[in-house]
């Protein structure tokens, strides 16, 4: 039997995702992905016009991925704060499992230029405002103090990213030491009591 | 007389940021800075081989501004704490002033690729640093408790960098009401107490 149409394109994106995580972008060749796929070039072609297409793609996969992430385990939550806590590891348990996806989307994108920047901000945008929501949330349930949180969502933005990039980059800090004491940072950050912070910490 | 070495190249880049800031990085052409600088092409590739050379020489001469004033600025300060509120009024406030070549260095700098990309982790590090080390001052004095003040210097420019982004952006979150709320959020999430937070406030 054939593969409806979505399994081939579905099938096409995870070698593609195999293959620019061992090749790296530059490197790799839609033959490659096309061979590792077990489809034809011409199936290729029907789905993605170019590498740069497959590869924004998977971007957009690994966003979706993580927003239903966010939406399944965040509705199982009652507080605010609750929310931001579980959204916060969900975050990071997401980076971690797809380390290899992660460090195409963030390091091997910067070769992109422009085109790349501009789908980087917009999804930057759109999980600030989860992040807001949830604060806001936060905020009506009076589970933290009152506060600007556009501002405090563009700051966890750029706080997680900057720890996942130095993370991809360089191999530190150790995501096991770092997680903990980022999400600590971040909790404290928009003023979470000492006590709700170890009551997360020892769940 | 003529200009002393040091003085024309002071004076191409300082044109150099005029223009850029101007046209844009690709709209910018060497002969606009040329004319504008009032000195000659040849003067220009003396100094530097290309237009993607000054352009980096520029990002230079702001990181080296950037901490200069930082410098400067927390040699005055005695405690761990107060240098840390400093630091960040530092960065705020030389952001705000050099708006333009904050512009050119963060937005125009990303069509540039993968040479901006080493550039701008480079200064990322440095700055981080600087972070760093006036954490560790702050723990070792009892301003602060202590915490993993490498995860947090990441956190606090992965923070700095994307707010000032989105404000070169899209104009928003306004400064004078996004710089306190940030400052606030970053002095929080490294614990520094509340009282300390109003006395920083109120100076």
Redesign the interface.
Known sequence: MSDTVQETRGRILEAAAQVFAAKGYHDTKVDDIVSKSKTSKGAFYFYFPSKQDIFMALVDAFADLLENQLKTRLDAQASGIARMDAALRVCLDTFGQYRALAKIALVQA?????AF?EKR?AI?ERFSRVIRDNLDRAVADGSIPA??T???A??????????VL?WV?TA??DPA??LP??R???L????VSEIRIREFETQ
Chains 1, 2 share one sequence.
Request: charge should be negative; hydrophobic fraction near 40%.
């Open positions: 910067t070769g992109l230029g422009e920047e901000r930057n506060l600007n556009e501002v405090a563009r700051a966890w933005i750029g706080a997680l990213n900057e720890i130095s980059y530190t800090p030491e770092s004491a980022l600590r940072l971040l404290q950050s928009v003023g």
